[in-house]
C-alpha cells in the first residue's frame, strides 16, 4: 500500500463535501414544509439515504465474501470487513433518525413493526459479525468464516427491504404504493423528489469516499499485522 | 383548517444523530490511521535493531 494519500482520494474528499453542504441545503431551503408532520418530515431525505448506503455497505460484502471464496486473495477480505462496518454505521443512523421520526409522527418511538424488526435483526446480525471475526486469530480461517457470514448475513438485507411491501405495516413505502395502515406517508412534490434523489446520490459518493478510506486502513492494518508476526517467528 | 405542527426539535435530533455519528466514525478512522502508523515505525525500529 502507499503510504501517501491517492491524489484521486483528496479529490474524492473534497468532492464528498460539496455534496453533503448541497444536499444539506436542499433539505433545509429548498424542500418545502411537510403541512401534516411539519419540519421533522426533512429527516426523511437522510434516513432513506443512509439506510441505503447501509444496504450498499452489506452488498458489498456480500460480493466481496464471494470473490474471497473463490480467489483467497486477502484484498477481499479488507474489503469485506470495510463494507461491513460502513454498513453497520450508517443502519444505526438509520434506526436512530427512524425512531425520532416515529415520535411525532406514531406517537411511539419504538414499535415491532416488520420495517423495525427485520432492521434490528439484520443490524444484529452485521454486529455479529465483527465480533466473532475478532475471535479468530488464524487470518486464514478469519476471512474464510467472515465470507461465509458475510453471505448468509445478506439473506437479511432484501428482506429488510421488501418488509414493506410483504407484510402489513404501518411504515410508509417511499417508491410504490403504502399498505392502507401506513402511518406519515406523504406524496412528494417535485421539490421534495429533487432534494431526495439528490440525498441518495450524495451518499452513494459518501460511501464510495469512506469504503476506500477503510480499505486503505484494512490494507494498513494488514501489513502491519504480517510484520509482527514475522517479528515474532 | 389544520396547523402544521412543531416538530422543528425532532428535525434537529434526527440531523445532530446524523452528522454526530458520522463524525464519531471519521475520527475513529483518523484516530486508527494514526495509531498503526506509529506500530508502522516501532516496527522499523526493531526491524533496525535486528
Known amino acids: 500500500m502507499t503510504k501517501t494519500k491517492p491524489r484521486w482520494l483528496t479529490i474524492l474528499d473534497v468532492v464528498t463535501v460539496i455534496f453533503l453542504v448541497a444536499a444539506s441545503a436542499l433539505v433545509f431551503l429548498y424542500a418545502p414544509t411537510e403541512k401534516t408532520m411539519g419540519d421533522v418530515q426533512r429527516v426523511f431525505y437522510f434516513h432513506v439515504s443512509v439506510g441505503w448506503t447501509g444496504m450498499l455497505g452489506f452488498l458489498f460484502a456480500l460480493i466481496a465474501g464471494i470473490m474471497y471464496l473463490r480467489s483467497h486473495d486477502h484484498k477481499w477480505d479488507i474489503a469485506e470487513l470495510a463494507g461491513i462496518e460502513i454498513g453497520l454505521v450508517f443502519m444505526l443512523i438509520n434506526i436512530v433518525t427512524g425512531s425520532i421520526w416515529a415520535y411525532p409522527a406514531w406517537n411511539t418511538w419504538w414499535t415491532w413493526d416488520p ?52 407484510w402489513n405495516t404501518i411504515h410508509p413505502v417511499v417508491i410504490g404504493s403504502n399498505d392502507p395502515g401506513a402511518t406519515g406517508a406523504f406524496n412528494m412534490s417535485p421539490r421534495m423528489t429533487q432534494t431526495f434523489m439528490f440525498s441518495l446520490l450524495t451518499f452513494s459518493i459518501v460511501f464510495v469516499d469512506l469504503f476506500w478510506h477503510r480499505y486503505r486502513l484494512g490494507r494498513l492494518a494488514d501489513e502491519v499485522e504480517t510484520r509482527k508476526l514475522k517479528l515474532v517467528e | 383548517m389544520d396547523v402544521t ?23 475513529s478512522l ?9 506500530d508502522e515505525k516501532t516496527l522499523d525500529e526493531l526491524e533496525k535493531k535486528e
Open chain 1, 115 to 166: 420495517r423495525l424488526t427485520t432492521a434490528t435483526i439484520m443490524e444484529l446480525a452485521y454486529a455479529a459479525y465483527l465480533m466473532l471475526r475478532s475471535g479468530i486469530e488464524d487470518p486464514e480461517r478469519r476471512a474464510r468464516f467472515g465470507a461465509v457470514y458475510a453471505i448468509i448475513a445478506f439473506i437479511s438485507v432484501p428482506l429488510t427491504f421488501f418488509s414493506i411491501r410483504l
Open chain 2, 30 to 38: 483518523l484516530v486508527r490511521f494514526r495509531n498503526l502508523r506509529q
Open chain 2, 5 to 27: 405542527p412543531n416538530t422543528v426539535s425532532y428535525m434537529i435530533m434526527g440531523y445532530a444523530v446524523i452528522f454526530g455519528v458520522m463524525a464519531i466514525y471519521l475520527v
